[in-house]
């Protein structure tokens, strides 16, 4: 009998612990701040207005989010290498930093449904002689590293057994280093070298065609174990496009034809 009614209360007590445990979907609320990461030198998806405060799509996006949440939202500037160390470090809650979905990060991160897609372009300087992706062959190259398009790179340059890969830590490195001369193209999306040729900050460089990798589809990401938080974010991400709130921002931020978010075949 007092076997019994020990057994009953630790089933008790195990309930009320499961109970009381907020997940991280539960601490945002509670907290009335969302701190989600952000690039901020990758215009048109995050960049810096002549006052200084942060603009571009992912931190439209992550606005959007804190609304739906009903907290307010914290940008927290994140250079591209910096991304999954803020989360894991709890310097943010989410990441809305334009982050790749590849299997590798998702040992790590829980990482959801892409809400956002990229095609990929080259940039040369116009002093080089590249004109197309395979002018590339034996010249010195460079991409932000830990990105899709630094990865495909620097493969890419292995494949061809010449010419020399160099990584950067941000994307305004790279394209100074292209603009100066330091490097004779780089592969990037394309909606980032379009916005880089446009500022007018980078003389002497120009995007000369498409570079043959896969789409990029990217994902928000939190922590991998947040399930809740996990499925909340996929439902967001279905409702900004439902809504029309994802062509909005993609006409305000980008324009030109809207990028489908799902691969030919598969259900997401």
Known sequence: MKTSVLALGLVA??????QAHADKLDDVIGSGTLRCAVVLDFPPMGSRDENNNPIGFDVDYCNDLAKA??????IVETPFPERIPALMSGRVDVGVASTSDTLERAKTVGMTIPYFAFEMAVTANEKSGVKSFEDMKGKVVGATAGTFEAIAL????????????????????????L?????????STSTVAQANVKTGKFPGIAVVGKAPFDTDYVALFTNREEYGFVNFLNLFINQQVRTGRYAELYEKWVGGELPDLTAKGVYR
Request: proline content about 2%; charged content about 20%; hydrophobic content about 40%.
């Open 154 to 177: 620097e493969k890419q340059v292995k494949e061809w057994g010449a010419g020399e890969f160099r990584p950067y830590q941000t994307q305004a490195d790279v394209f100074l280093a």
């Open 13 to 18: 007590a195990a309930a009320l612990t499961s």
């Open 69 to 74: 949440l009903g907290v307010t939202a914290e």
């Open 179 to 187: 603009s100066q001369g330091q490097i004779d193209a780089t592969v």
